[in-house]
């Protein structure tokens, strides 16, 4: 690996070395990067994935960290954070956005502007990028709705590509666009006015302050929606609500989300989620699918799983429920 540093040497402007993941993930868990890099500009971060496939070194993008669980035993490659690579250009009712740039700052410009449309994304921590590539948003309102084109870089061969919006697989937290490193995203907007954006993004943070444990660090909801129900609802039923793994906890607030109470490692993370889908497959043969990106290797035997409490609710199909404050915002 020296020599892999010597050669990014010569391209990045800065490398760190064993840096720790938790330092930049929504969990506040994760080992550590063999190298780290937060490149700005576009050229460095095309010479990283050619070198990372010249010399088949294993490569990870990271945004803001809030939709991932990191191995404990951290990732031994290159992790390229897009921090740093977040400018904006805003033409009429367009912005423009580099992958890295946050939903936050898009949000603030849209006010400013008096733009409308996103109002929707108000409390979603992540980047752009990041949102892209998970098609973020809430039940009926999605990012790819407001998107016009997606600059990417293949990672397989550094090949880049302009892709309109009809063009890209976008679906229910997915966007078919992971072989990629999305470089930029093109939004259209409407003019608004810039009181009503305000409010109307307050509303929205205001449902999450209500139904999140946002004081915690987590990655937002842990499971994809079955068709038709809702994940929450599914673990609440198996009883698992509150149920713990060393610091990590199945929140009382809402049961899509693992809150880390602390001292909350990626492998107790990991536990409570094959627990839960454990669980449900068991109570109601449905098999939940993971929505944050699980990265790295968890050495987890299901034998050494502990046996959770066992709840038996009956479940009602969505639509039909009452009372489902938790999953109101997701
Ligand atoms: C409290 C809380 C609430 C949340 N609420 C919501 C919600 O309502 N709706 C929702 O959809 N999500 C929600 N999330 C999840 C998360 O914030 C979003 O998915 C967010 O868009 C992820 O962005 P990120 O930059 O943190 O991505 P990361 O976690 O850094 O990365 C996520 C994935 O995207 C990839 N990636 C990131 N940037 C790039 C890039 N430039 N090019 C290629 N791949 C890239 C990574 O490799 C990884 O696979 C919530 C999370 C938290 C903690």
Redesign the pocket.
Known sequence: MDIIKEILGKVCSSIQENFPLSAI??FRTGGPARFFVSPSDIEEIKEIIAICNRYKIPL?????????LISDNGFDGIVL??KN?NKMVIEGTDIYCQ??A??STLLKISIEKELKGIEFLS????????????????KEE??SEKVVRVD?IS?SNGQEKSLKRKDINFGY?TSG??N????GILFHLTNGVKEEIKKAIAEYMKK?IAT???GY?????IFKNPPGLFAGMLIEKCGLKGYSIGGACISEKHAN?VINKGRGTSEDIYKLILIVKEQVKKMYNIELET???I?GSFPVSPSSLPSPPRGEGKIQRRGKREGAEDEK??
């Open positions: 993930t929504g990870i993008i990271v945004g803001k960290g809030t939709n991932i954070c897009t690579f992958s890295g946050l939903l409390g979603i921590p992540g980047t752009t990028g990041g949102a892209i590539i998970s098609n973020a948003g809430l999605w990012i990417v990672l937290r666009l992971e990629y490193f999305i470089s999450r999140q444990p946002l660090p987590s990655a937002g909801s989300f929505e944050i990106k990265i915002c997701e």
